[in-house]
């Protein structure tokens, strides 16, 4: 349980939490995109016209990809500091339970002295 208490101290939930709502914005505007996206339509007539249509299509798809690569950069950065986060908590863990054993063998000799005295 105090692994759990650790690592929840551990974790820069301020960065976490300050950094949700703009994450959270930037899905949103990316899932509304997609899903209000139509086929291109071609105004006018002749192979001109379809061609505009597709050359718009393919810049809102553009723009699209920049924001869910901007998206998927914030995410990986929040990723990286929950990484950092739990290797920290490794290591202390590492020197607690190495903290433990010492104070546990300092126990067992000061048993051992007070049974043989």
């Known amino acids: 349980m105090a692994n759990w208490i650790t690592a929840f101290r551990v ?4 960065e ?7 994450v959270v914005k930037g899905a949103q505007k990316l899932w ?3 899903k209000k996206q139509d086929a291109p339509r071609a105004t006018g007539h002749g192979p001109e016209a379809g061609q505009r249509a597709l050359e718009a299509q393919i810049e809102e798809l553009r ?3 920049t924001a869910a690569s901007e998206l998927v950069t914030r995410l ?3 990723n990286g500091r929950l990484i950092e986060a739990v290797d920290v908590l490794r290591v202390r863990t590492r020197l607690l339970l190495v903290v433990f054993f010492i104070m546990a063998a300092a126990v067992v000799g000061l ?3 007070a049974v043989v005295r």
Request: aromatic share 4%; no cysteine.
């Open 11 to 14: 974790i820069p939930w301020a």
């Open 16 to 22: 976490l939490i300050a950094a949700a709502p703009t």
């Open 32 to 34: 509304a995109a997609v």
């Open 63 to 65: 723009k699209e990809l």
């Open 76 to 78: 990986a950065e929040q």
């Open 111 to 113: 048993a051992i002295l």
